[in-house]
């Protein structure tokens, strides 16, 4: 999966999809902070869906203008 701002690729990231035990009540992202200071994209939810993204060793870095 490619993520971009405008027409810039800020982040590439393998994923898989993974079955939820219900539909998600809301759309989130999950993520966790790095050691370094980056956030590590975890997963993706989409209200009212039972599936979501789970990715892969995805990090986001700070995008400079």
Do not use: C, P
């Not at 405008?6 to 982040?11: M, P």
């Not at 939820?20 to 989130?28: G, I």
């Not at 980056?38 to 209200?47: D, G, M, T, V």
Request: hydrophobic share 50%.
């Amino acid at each position: 999966m490619v993520f971009v701002q405008g027409k810039r690729e800020v982040l590439k990231a393998t994923y898989s999809v993974a079955r939820l035990d219900k539909e998600a009540a809301s759309s989130v992202v999950v993520s966790s902070l790095g050691n370094d200071g980056s956030f590590l994209l975890k997963r993706i939810e989409f209200k009212g869906k039972n599936t979501a993204f789970v990715f892969e060793n995805a990090v986001a870095k700070l995008i400079a203008k």
